[in-house]
């Protein structure tokens, strides 16, 4: 087996969650309990875990309070970080945290979603991207093609490469030989460090950056962008009865609960209890039977948080 590349993975957990209202109205989308086992975010941090990728920092900014406590409970290895003011957007906070923390000698900085369900192995992506010699590299899901406009939305060529990328497009593009279907961004990229810091710096102009907006079509413009289907992604202990290559963001309530129905019953079409990849329990047991909603004088003060959780706070 190759050596494991050098992977800096920042995680994106600061969105609202409006849609999920009112669930969201005192915490975060990837806050969020689910199915009475783990908040959401867990998913993608034991997707980390088990990919053995040990520099993780995850970006807070809504309601930023609950993930504080969250991860200083759960997560000690991994390293939150707060906006000095606020973060613009996607983009913009992960420039912000590059501003403060280099990526030394990492080999690929990971952008990830911090709100869907699944299962991954990074390594397996992070050789595609290696192989490719990627500036960035995209996990992509297929979807049905009605349900692609919700997402950012990839044309791919023979080999893999992305021609075009538009983010939730009326009319989606689909894959070739597969007219139903399309492929569509998880939310999760790769980058090589150098190519990202560049095309930072060269858009810092843009009110809002944002991935899917700004950066990955500026890297399709460049020709350095690939596709990795997320098919290929193979996880042990996944049973015969579940759904190959599930993912779902969660990003609505009709989704969330949805979701949470997957992973109910005897034959779960994704189960929490992969003993080869576990998202580990991470409530408790009041916490599992209810959203947490807080009450203006239940919220702790977000420094006193923040200390207690080992967060950095921007310069």
Known sequence: MPPQPRITAFVLAGGEGARLRPLTQDAPKPGLPFAG????IDFVLANLQHSQVERVFVLLQYKPWVLLRHLHAHWPGVR??????????TADAVAQALGRHATGRSEIVAVLAADHVYR???RQMASFH??????????AAAVDAEAACQFGVLRVDGESRITAFEEKPERPCTIPGSPGRAYVSMGNYLFEPRLLAEVLADLAHVEGLDFGHDVIPEV?????????????????GVRVTEEPGYWRDVGTLQAYRQAEQDAAGTSPRFALD????????????????????????????PASAAAAAGAVRGP
């Open 220 to 236: 399709v413009r460049r020709q350095r962008a690939w596709a990795y289907d997320f098919r290929r992604n193979l996880v042990p």
């Open 37 to 40: 086992h783990c908040r959401i």
């Open 120 to 122: 991954m192995d990074l």
């Open 80 to 89: 939150p970080l707060l906006p000095a003011d606020r973060f613009a957007g």
């Open 130 to 139: 290696l192989r490719r010699r990627a500036g960035v590299t995209v996990a």
């Open 274 to 301: 992969n003993p080869c990849w576990p998202v580990p329990p991470t409530l408790s047991t009041a916490a599992a039977r209810a959203v947490p909603v807080q009450g203006p004088a239940m919220r702790p003060d």
